[in-house]
């Protein structure tokens, strides 16, 4: 079947049912999206299908129609998104391993909502689990990245 | 001449000996190094002038030999080593390194002696300076107790200075100048007319130099580096997914596993039957371990699939069945026959209870999984002779060990790569995984292949931090405590985790009464006693090992005193201090969280300080009691690390340790039954969310008299803290995690 991640078209032989995210991780060798609990609860796996972030970990690749983006889309080490410019400044990551979910989830919220309150924060952000308890800086860093898109 | 050098070998011998007891034997051999293992692997062109410091036309690399797992380590590891070797940062490249005993931790056993970090008498001191004598021979390259910034504060800046060192004479000899007449700025040697030779340049000519021994330190006042807050070397790569942990590693021909093991730890497997598993998508080979399986396939998740789809008769636990008669084992302990340890027996706790009016309590925690957010996973690959294993692991020098045992190559054979580590907490010094993915790479020989376990298989097959009881008596008097007798029991971290590692450990294990027995406090009859309970389930060390529970068990039973005394929690627990940097830190944490300042209906704020890993730490939580629960209002937190390298990271750490020990304070809970872990994934053992979370502002102090590293010490304070805000909001003691059994939270 035919699947198009970060703008490039891919063919993939895989059970209709595997979740998306180990067609990208195994299959497609694109590892940013991360393994954690493989249903739903930690976010570690967030990629935007169509704009919209989904848990690749249990959503079956044949239901994907349309745009894969993964972390790697998002932005490059060159070329970083603005929410990634923010966690870099803001110096977000300890282990780093839910950073790519934590990223995407706040990168969809954005894009939906430019200027979240607080509470908009805490309801979009807390479906991913951070271990390192980074959530103090990945409050500010949100903040941060909101202040730096709309200065355009 | 000759003679006089023997006489003064001979007295220096017997001089050792004095110190360091049955070791003089090997003191040459004690101080002599270890190979650089950077040598075995050089490319024509690269120069390795210290294990540390590597160089080639492309750039100089800085070897941090420690595991990566979220505490910035690599950042200030490497800080240490450029500050002295005159780079930047951003011009160097940052890599963990080989596995070798030429990166063993000097530092690790230090914690183990039976002295108060606070005690810096000569007694306690020789005993800590011995300690790196078994730790050399050890040759143990581990990450934990918060050790990395003792153990590599002057290795790490001494590396870095006997590299310049050697780059200079080389400019001396290239130039036929005098070193003198030489300085080095930002990966270069200038001469005294400005020119400059880069260090890539002369790293050929510098590898033929002698390393000096003791290379004189820049003194603090001349750090660039150090003291400052640096960009993390790993943060870009973990803010766009291209940071590599043990789970991305990628190799052409790549086959995936998951294994399937007891789900009662260590119980044997009868009998397996994987007809239908075989015939499934993907899948490539079905291998029998030692009580369990492997299954290998073409992708994770067909791995997953047909692992799931395997019938088996599993035997049973080596263990009770169930954690409540664990806990009654625990309970059952406090006798003289498992006494374990009694370091602190000041006045006579007996006689001062008996005329008193005694407080008495029992307080519990239950056992606790690691749950990094990483799975546990493993690469290997046996190809001609030679085995590469890839893995997040906190003890690289032990994978060689069992790849030994488990292959029969030579260690020259085996190289083992280090990647970032998703969490560690403890976790990743433990070598299941390890020793599963090489079985599978025997059985897979000439392909490689990742073995990666599922959450359940990782929340169910994990070592755990071993649930504990205390038990308290206590008497106070005019607004004080008079009398202390604490009593700890749990089953022993150390003989655990030692035992399945091979290292023999004898005599009491200090975890069980860790961060209670040595609490800097001043009380006229004070005794600490721990109790050794049999092993039971597999444990291990979880972050803060037993100051994870005894913070809790010790600052409760302070604050339940200074009630009962009539006494301000802060106020009494300062009057007690008989350390300064820790009296400092109570004093910066009242300051900073208005302690005794007016608050809203309904708040309540609680202090606790803990003294772990020779880090002083008080925190202040408040909390507001509403109608849907408890809810956290602010942290404010002081610590000493004596010397701070990098203000923001600490901050991080701190802040972490803490949001780590509120989670475990609040929600943390493993139950046992019919032998299995009852908890499967994060539905059921969930970590604090970013909403439940509030602010917490640091204060990091250095009066401290030597580093420190602040990985752990963050953790013990959280829960006492919390216990103790509840208590002042709503009047209720709860002495038994997690809270959430007692009270609601919002």
């Known amino acids: ?152 | 001449m000759g003679k006089l050098k023997t006489i003064t070998r001979r007295t220096l011998l017997i001089g050792s000996a004095a110190v360091a007891g049955g070791f003089a034997v090997g003191y040459w051999q004690y101080k002599r190094p270890y190979d650089n293992p950077l040598l075995a692997d050089l490319d024509e062109g690269e120069s390795a002038l210290t294990p540390y410091v590597r160089i080639d036309q492309q750039g100089i690399t800085i070897i941090t030999p420690r595991a990566e797992m979220g505490q910035g380590v690599h950042t200030t590891l490497a800080a240490l080593v450029a500050e002295e070797l005159g780079v930047e940062l951003d011009d160097v490249t940052v890599e963990h390194g080989p596995a070798s005993k030429a990166y063993f931790n000097e530092a690790i056993l230090e914690e183990a002696v039976p002295f108060a970090q606070t005690d810096l008498g000569r007694m306690a001191e020789g005993a800590r300076a011995f300690t790196k004598v078994p730790a050399k021979f050890l040759g143990l390259q581990v990450t934990g107790g918060s050790s990395s910034m003792p153990d590599g504060f002057a290795k790490m800046r001494k590396a870095g200075a006997a590299a310049r060192s050697m780059l200079l004479a080389a400019a001396s000899e290239r130039l036929g100048v005098g070193v003198e007449a030489l300085s080095v700025d930002n990966g270069a040697v200038v001469a005294a007319d400005g020119s400059r030779i880069a260090y890539v340049d002369l790293a050929a000519a510098a590898a033929s130099q002698r390393a000096p021994n003791d290379p004189d330190l820049k003194p603090h006042s001349e750090w660039r580096l150090l003291g400052r807050s640096l960009p993390r070397v790993d943060v870009v790569g973990k803010s766009t997914g291209t940071a590599e942990f043990g789970v991305d590693i990628r190799l052409p021909g790549m086959l995936y596993a998951t294994v399937k093991m007891n789900p009662r730890l260590g119980g044997p497997m009868f009998s397996f039957d994987a007809d239908a598993a075989r015939a499934m998508p993907g899948v490539k080979d079905i291998i029998a371990l030692d009580g369990g399986v492997a299954v290998v396939a073409t992708n994770s998740w067909y791995a997953f699939k047909a692992a799931d789809a395997i019938v088996f008769d599993w035997g049973d636990a080596p263990y009770p069945s169930t954690s409540a008669a664990m806990l009654e084992a625990i309970g059952a302990s406090f006798t003289d026959e498992y006494q374990d340890s009694r370091h602190r027996d000041d006045g006579d706790v007996d006689d001062a209870l008996v005329e008193a009016d005694v407080i008495e309590g029992e307080y519990r925690v239950p056992f606790l999984a690691h749950a990094t957010l990483e799975p546990m996973n493993a690469t290997a690959l046996l190809k001609d002779g030679r085995l590469d294993v890839w893995a997040g692991t906190q003890v690289p020098t032990q994978v060689i060990k069992e790849a030994v045992a488990i292959t029969g190559l030579d260690e020259d054979a085996i190289r083992v790569h280090t990647p970032y580590m998703g969490g560690g907490f403890g976790r990743r010094a433990e070598m299941d995984i390890v020793k599963q993915a090489i079985s599978v790479a025997v059985a897979m020989e000439g392909t490689p292949v990742k073995t990666t376990w599922t959450r359940e298989e990782d929340m169910t097959h994990d070592q755990y931090r071993p649930a504990a009881i205390a038990r308290f008596r206590g008497a106070v008097a005019d607004g004080r405590p008079v009398a202390l007798d604490l009593q700890l029991a749990t089953v022993s971290v150390i003989a655990s985790q030692m035992g399945r590692l091979g290292i023999p450990a004898a005599g009491p294990d200090v975890s069980i009464v860790q961060s209670a027995w040595d609490q800097p406090y001043g009380i006229e009859n004070y005794r600490v006693t721990g109790y050794r309970t049999p092993a039971m389930i597999p444990v291990t060390s979880w972050r803060a090992v037993g100051a994870s529970q005894n913070g809790f068990f010790h600052e409760g039973v302070i604050d339940e005193l200074a009630i009962a005394a009539g006494a301000d929690p802060l106020e009494m627990r300062l009057s007690l201090m008989t350390h300064e940097p820790s009296r400092r830190v109570l004093q910066a944490v009242a300051e900073m969280s208005d302690w005794g300042g007016p608050l809203p209906a309904n708040h309540g704020k609680g202090v606790a300080f803990v003294y772990s890993f020779g880090v002083s730490v008080a925190q202040v939580i408040e909390v507001a009691n509403t109608s849907a629960g408890i809810r956290l209002i602010d942290v404010w937190v002081a610590a000493d690390v004596g010397i701070a390298l990098d203000p923001r990271n600490i901050e991080g750490q701190l802040q972490g340790g803490i949001i780590f020990g509120l989670t475990a304070a609040i929600k943390g809970e493993i139950t046992v039954a019919d032998g299995q872990v009852e908890q499967k994934n994060f539905n059921t053992y969930d970590g604090l969310r970013l909403r439940q979370v509030p602010g917490i502002s640091v204060n990091v102090l250095e009066n401290g008299s030597k580093i420190r590293g602040i990985g752990e010490p963050g953790l013990p304070p959280a829960a006492p803290a919390l216990a103790n805000a509840i208590y002042a909001a709503t009047g209720q003691r709860i002495r038994e995690l997690p809270l959430e059994k007692h009270i609601n939270f919002v």
């Open chain 1, 1 to 152: 079947m035919k699947l198009n991640v970060n703008g490039i078209e891919h063919d993939v032989d895989v059970a209709p049912e595997m979740p998306l995210l180990w067609v990208l991780r195994d299959a497609l060798d694109i590892t940013g999206p991360k393994f954690g609990c493989g249903i739903a609860m930690c976010g570690a796996c967030t990629v935007h299908v169509n704009g919209q972030p989904v848990r690749a970990c249990v959503f079956p690749v044949s239901a994907v129609t349309g745009e894969v983006t993964t972390i790697e889309g998002l932005g490059t080490p060159d070329a970083m998104h603005a929410v990634q410019q923010a966690w870099v400044e803001e110096q977000v990551a300890q282990c780093g391993y839910c950073q790519s979910g934590q990223i995407m989830s706040a990168a969809a919220l954005l894009a939906s909502n430019p200027q979240p309150s607080d509470d908009d924060i805490d309801q979009a952000m807390s479906g991913n689990l951070c271990r390192c308890g980074t959530y103090p800086r990945i409050r500010a860093a949100v903040r941060a990245a909101a202040d730096k898109l709309a200065e355009g």
